[in-house]
């Protein structure tokens, strides 16, 4: 088998892999979105032809993975996709919703729109589901989706070479493709499944460096934090994604009020498109931790006895005449775009402000800059002069972190051959080689951007 690198590798979004064995397939085909949504590299053409494409097969729904589908259809793609039911689900919200930002971006860059939600519709068309551990055969490949624990639907996926005879170890050729690996300690989510029997693996990277502070308490500081915001009269500001983490966050807030931990406050979640995928959340709590979907089921995953969705230009008023204390949770979650420009352009120059950020900042991002301490950015060419106060819990990101990683790979030590890095800044990926040859004596190979590998 070979194996390209083509998104992804150099950088954490735009993920895009091609594996070629009989047939070509590709692992995630997603957007690059660097300062903006999308980026102009989105416009370059495949580095193979989409008509050769017999299967895309999707690891979870988040835009870096799924961006450019809608594209590889239009210039040819005739195979067909697969995922796990939900991240179908999600897909074609996220696709829908991103829509408009990334038109917003064709028409700075003198574009044409990357995609029409035509497009997406036809793209459904073509769209498969599988769920986990069913089985499915292309060619000479067999593949299973397990659980990734990353966010709902999401998948880490193992490829088996049928016709191989890998003799070196006991078994079959295999690889697995991470996507995006999940943290512990969430409270929606089931966790990320034990790593099976493998030879090689292509792992993301984003949290390699690091070590998640507080994974098991991160309730209690997300309390102390909440406290401070109503004790003070300060507005709590939130930039977060759509999927997944809006969700989690506003589930324990709702659990902290009702247990008592904490006095009423009113929550505002600007992002319609939170509240409709939490929809989906609803519809496949079966999927979801038990314990959740327990209260799920009773009285859905928003209690609108404190959370405003904020839906029409009168919601959207009465947020910003509120009085204090409040929250606000509003996307894109790296403040590259959306609704938290508004928020932002409203309430960073005020000091009774909190920005909580809860989720990777990827370089380039407005997030990134105001999370490194500048003082002055810019928003639709205006000055502002950040004077609010920044703090994080990125105990709450969807993804794993270093002694995670360590300990997922640990029981495949003997079989795993070679790893390939992804999905992360250099110094992350850096600092996880060394680690893992250090404490697990594995080759692992950080690939460029356009890297093939015969494995
Ligand atoms: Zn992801």
Redesign the pocket.
Known sequence: MKIYFYGGAQEVTGSNFLLESKSKILIDCGLVQKEKVCSLENFLPFPYHPSEIKAVLIT?A?LD?IGRLPKLLKEGFRGYIYSTLPTKDLAYEILLDSQKLIEENCREFNKENLYQKEDVEKLMLRWQTVDYHQKLNLDDLEIEFYNAG??LGSAFIKITQISSDYTQNRGKLSIVFSG?LGNKGKSLNQHLEDLPWVNYLVLESTYGNRNHQNLVNRKEILEEILEKVIYERRILIIPTFALERAQEIIFDIQQLIEKKKIPEIKIFLDSPLAFRISQIYEKYHEYLNQESAREILTQGIFNKEYLTIVQTKEDERKMFLASEPKIILAGSGMVTGGRILKIFKNYLEDKKTTILFVGYQAQGSLGRKILEGEKEIFLDGQKINVKAEISTLFSYS?HIDQQGILEWLYPQRFNLKTIFLIHGDTSAKQELKTKIMDELTLDVIIPEQNDFFEI
């Open positions: 979870h988040h993975h990353h966010i995006d969807a």
